[in-house]
């Protein structure tokens, strides 16, 4: 009953927040992208133990895919990049929502086959192998990408700008991505639920087990990697939107910045649990703004501090503190038998 | 009786150590077959041979009637060929009820059966077998917490779960305390008689396995020694030799 009120409330203040605060409108959306790349890289990270490193990957991709969607329903995709900004290129409200509408679906579906075909080769590394590996995808992406010319090469893509008031535009950014987010709560707390969760977390604890079990490892694996990955890609499509101008190093592929940020969101909230990403997630978000606005050239520096104080102190993160701290909130408990069923 | 697993002249050689040679066995279907032997005289690996932990170098091993020596190690496993671990492995973060339910048997489970939760009959099995081992108060703590010998039990039951036709164990006896013993070498005839799981037992204490098996195997220096009937293997000079000449 009072978790239901809690959701409740969570839900609601989701719904008002950017009411109350217009100013901090695009302060949530940023937080809200966070909690969906925690939440998703904590699937394979925090609950399979495949840590990537290479998870910006997917986010990079749903830009592009949103770019080349929503441009590609209209108009020549090299053309249009090769004109960069020389034609004359517009889009009625109606050719934009619907460009929005099928980038934010061809985003996700892509990615998912992206990382089917990725998890293929890169399934068979473990640990810190497997991190390297992943990271070694995104970086080579991005120099890909950089290089190609049809969509823009190193200049990066112009998004079309949005029709309509910019203000309200802000609001419908905000709200993709609650939605998203909120869809990807749910759908992770119904995912661990399930046998498929507990596999996946078997194959973190002792993949060898598993395997000797006859758990099918690799097929779960890679789905569970395709499940996080559509979530990334719509994220990044709705990035696509919300920045209208991207490049492809600093923005799309930006390994050092959202890519490392979404696993610190993890560690700092607790790898492998529900609502540490969530909680990690806005500690980060909040985090980098204080120090972003108030040591603003020592910024990277409190922020690398932050990760080492983590690293070394709090290795499970806040919820993984909390369980060490009180294991009876978390169901461990001794039980005898009742009498009756020992009969 | 028939025999549900064969072996015939499977070889393995890690750099110049000959683990196995030529080893020829068979396991009879619903039986109980020991297989004995100093340290390091192969057992270990003859098991991780025969479930694909590792290709082996020459020979053949069929079960129920399929070569099974090129297949993966889920793969085997899913065809209902399990073993446990001579080093326990269970899943140590969880509690003893989510390592009982996560390993039930993925032989049948298709994808959209994964993204089922577990049912009131699982959660029931799941507890009533670790009732069936001793477990059933500590169900819900941690089982990286219990004792080595608790988790042996779990990993035991864990492999019931799965329900396997034939269970390969890496000295189940290891480890526990000598008062249990009795216990559990009476679970593991139940598991054989009730559930009719066909067990092939890697043990060193020769109490257990003369207690237990019909058939006895005895390695050697990677090479098969003898086989027979327990008693016979028990007063096999070559046997004691080995033994003797181990120390
Ligand atoms: N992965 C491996 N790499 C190299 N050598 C190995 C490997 N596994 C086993 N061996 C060698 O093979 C031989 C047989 O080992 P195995 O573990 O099969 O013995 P065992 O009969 O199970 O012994 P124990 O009773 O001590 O468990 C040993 O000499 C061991 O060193
Ligand atoms: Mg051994």
Known sequence: MNKALLYIAIIAFTIVAPFLFPAYNTQLATLWLMIIVALSWDMTGGQMGYNSLGNIFFYG???????????????????????????????????????????????????????????????????????I???????????????????G??????????????????FLIYFLYAATGVALFMFCKWLYSTRFGAAINA?????????????????????????????VGVAGAISAFQ???FEPLETAYQTINLGIFMVVCVLLGGKGTLWGPVIGAIMFHVFKELTWNYFLGWQWVALGALIVVVVVYFQDGLMGWLATKKPEWFGETIEEKPV???? | MSSIIELNGVSKSFGGVKANADISMKVEKGGITGLIGPNGSGKTTLFNSIVGYHPIDKG??????QEISKMLVPEIARLGLLRTFQTTRIYGAMNCVQNMLISLPHRKMS????????TREDYERAEHLLEFVGLYEKRNLRSGSLSFGQQKLLEFAMALMNEPTVLLLDEPTAGINPTLINGLIDRLKRANSEFGITLLIIEHNMRVIMNMADTVYCLAHGEMLASGKPEDIQDDPRVIDAYLGAH
Not at chain 1, 153 to 170: A, T
Not at chain 1, 210 to 223: C, D, F, P, Q, S
Not at chain 1, 340 to 343: D, G, K, R, Y
């Open chain 1, 61 to 131: 991709t749903g830009m592009y895919v949103a770019a080349v969607v929503t441009i590609g329903l209209v108009y020549n995709v090299g053309e249009y990049t090769a004109a960069s900004g020389g034609g004359i290129y517009e889009w009625t409200p109606t050719q934009y929502y619907t460009g929005l509408a099928l980038s934010l679906i061809a985003a996700g579906l892509f990615c998912s086959l992206c990382a089917i075909i990725i998890g293929y080769l890169t399934f068979g590394l473990r640990g810190p192998y497997f991190a």
């Open chain 1, 133 to 151: 590996g992943t990271l070694g995808v995104a970086i080579a992406a991005g120099e890909l990408v950089s290089n190609w010319d049809w969509v």
């Open chain 1, 153 to 170: 090469g190193g200049q990066g893509i112009s998004m079309p700008s949005p029709p309509g008031d910019f203000e309200n535009f802000k």
């Open chain 1, 203 to 231: 194959i973190r604890d002792d993949e060898e087990k598993a395997e000797a079990m006859g758990i099918h490892t690799l097929r779960y694996k890679l789905v569970a990697w395709a499940m996080s990955a559509f979530f």
């Open chain 1, 243 to 245: 920045l209208i101008h």
């Open chain 1, 340 to 343: 009756e069923a020992a009969q």
């Open chain 2, 60 to 65: 053949s091993i069929k079960f129920e009637g």
């Open chain 2, 111 to 118: 994808l959209m059966d994964a993204l089922k939760r577990n």
